[in-house]
Nanobody
Framework: QVQLVESGGGLVQAGGSLRLSCVVSGTTLSIRTIGWYRQAPGTQREWVAHIFSGGGTNYADSVKGRFTISRDNAKNTVYLQMNSLKPEDTAVYYC???????WGQGTQVTVSA
């Protein structure tokens, strides 16, 4: 059973930065594709970024150039470095493995104008 625990969210002013962490247990992270997703109140969850087992990444257009996903396989941890934050980035952020239907609690990111 996979467990994913997100942390690092908080309140930040527009233009600021945060780094989110996701600690993964129950699977070998080095061979899995994992992503970050976000959901604002009243909206559908949207994909933000993926990192593949080989280290390749892709990003939603809305965050490209501002966010960076990375992984530390030895620590079973995935990160999302978020720079130049905008109010529209406000959401609960989740990490998850591709195809996993179960979601954790996420971490709240609030960007003030």
């Amino acid at each position: 059973q996979v467990q994913l625990v997100e942390s690092g969210g908080g309140l930040v002013q527009a233009g600021g930065s945060l780094r989110l962490s996701c600690v993964v247990s129950g699977t070998t992270l080095s061979i899995r594709t994992i992503g970050w997703y976000r959901q604002a109140p009243g909206t559908q969850r949207e994909w933000v970024a993926h990192i593949f087992s080989g280290g390749g990444t892709n990003y939603a257009d809305s965050v490209k150039g501002r966010f960076t996903i990375s992984r530390d396989n030895a620590k079973n941890t995935v990160y999302l470095q978020m720079n130049s934050l905008k109010p529209e980035d406000t959401a609960v952020y989740y990490c998850n493995l591709v195809g996993d239907p179960y979601w954790g609690q996420g971490t709240q990111v609030t960007v003030s104008a």
